[in-house]
């Protein structure tokens, strides 16, 4: 008798997903497999690759538990690629349909067609209902803009499901209270951070870990801290951390960032969500709920759904937009190769030091670590995008295609040359500064642009206007800064130069072959 196969991707862990749709036990056969190249191909952090797998094996226990048949490939099996899998599927079952909710990554839904075509094997892809845009609602959006903005969708989907609404206007008066998030801590440093949640790994997880030294054990990052949420109960855990004891503090200091600190007020839900663990729709109106029930001030709980209802809808909608694109983009003409303390954390910028390592240690770092420090460096380096990209996929837990490609390509490097943002993010020393205690720690000086104490990010960001000064010269937003430029005197750029020169042949200690 003629079987339905059914895929299941490690990043489709959801019980609502349209693959359960018409499920006949007798009928339908599940599919999941831990596929090497995904942690190989591009070096998959320990952490990261244990989330995945653990995640993965704790939902397939419940597949079967509910009576289904699974075929599960653990990596010990040696599933080298997807198409590996389906093979070994189609020549020992009777298939005659695929069934797949759609990745989310473009390659991976290219080896899956070839795959069924090889076979003869009817596939069909299903919608992934876990997102709140409904399917074809952000192409018909854009359609209407020359240029897509972030702002604008979010509105979009704020008036479209009544999110911190009063009918037609938002509550407080304004869309968006971006302007109030942005303080830093006083001298003495955060209070009162609240102790994290511990997931004590289980029999599954421990198992996962030992695969993972025995057959992964080149992988970057180390597993000895390992404490990331691979149930939908402990992602319920996360959450609800999140909703009592950070949120209420999340707003006013989510762009801060201070040292030995590396979760602070941060939810730490994006892997859950990310792996469809939590649905964003639940989250959002988790936090909705505490501001109604006044546990959270609105400039906090409106800043925690943007980044939920609006950034992440909208690059998942960019991505798809652009798809057969972003990795050719490379509008600064970025031609550096990734310096090697990225993958070890050595290196004298305690701001680097200190962001580097906890992603090491814990595959996490949170968005202004992202932006405006590990991606800031990359940007005013030059580093080649695909570079960058490679490495924001591989070390942070919560990273999936649909989502890093854009936020990395566009968003942090500007290789997109502005679709996802208007503007490069370009900054000296002088924002890590103020929005940290990093710099007190550290051997170089943020006002300084030249001379031995000179803080890199500073050379770099003056290194970065002279390279570019036409492109940044042409934007609004920038034009002030190519200006100062002009006004430092021809001795001052000079040193500025040599001084950049100096860091490209001195800065990465260890010089060694990338990765």
Known sequence: MALRLNLILGDQLNAESL??????????????????????????????????????????????????KLIYFSIDQGISRFADALERCFQKQDVDELRCVLPGDVAVVKEIEQSCKK?????????????IARRGEFSDWLGERKQPRME??????????????????PLGGQWNFDKDNRKSFAKAGPEAVPEDVIFEPDKLTE???????RYLPDLPGRLDSFNWPVTREQAMQQLDDFIHQRLPLFGDFQDAIWTDEPFLYHARLSASLNLKLLGPMEVIQAAERA????QAPLNAVEGFIRQILGWREYVRGLYWSYRDNWLDYNALDADQDLPWFYWDGDTSMTCMQQSLSQVLESGYGHHIQRLMVTGLFSLLWGVKPQAIHRWYLGMYVDAVAWVEIPNTIGMSQYADGGIVGSKPYIASGAYINRMSNYCSH????????????ACPFTTLYWSFID???????????????????????????????????????????NNKEQT
Not at 291 to 294: A, E, L
Not at 442 to 453: I, L, R, V
């Open 19 to 68: 693959i359960w749709q018409d499920c006949d036990a007798s009928q339908d056969l599940f599919l999941m497999a831990e596929v090497k190249a995904e942690s190989t191909q591009t070096p998959s952090s320990k952490q990261r690759t244990a989330l995945f797998l653990s995640a993965m094996r704790h939902f397939a226990d419940n597949i079967k538990a509910d009576g289904y």
């Open 119 to 131: 076979h003869q094997v009817r596939l069909s892809w299903l919608p992934d209902n876990h997102f």
């Open 152 to 169: 604008h969708w979010y509105r979009h989907l704020r008036r479209e499901h009544q999110i911190l609404m009063e009918k037609d206007e």
């Open 207 to 213: 198992q996962v870990i030992a695969d993972i030294e």
């Open 291 to 294: 501001y109604h029930d006044g």
């Open 442 to 453: 550290c051997q170089y000086q943020p006002k300084q642009a030249a001379g031995e104490k």
């Open 467 to 509: 390279k570019h000064q036409d492109r940044l010269s042409r934007n609004p937003r920038l034009g002030m800064q190519v200006r100062n430029w002009y006004n430092k005197g021809e001795q001052e750029q000079q040193q500025i130069r040599e001084r950049s020169v100096w860091l490209y042949r001195n800065l990465d200690k």
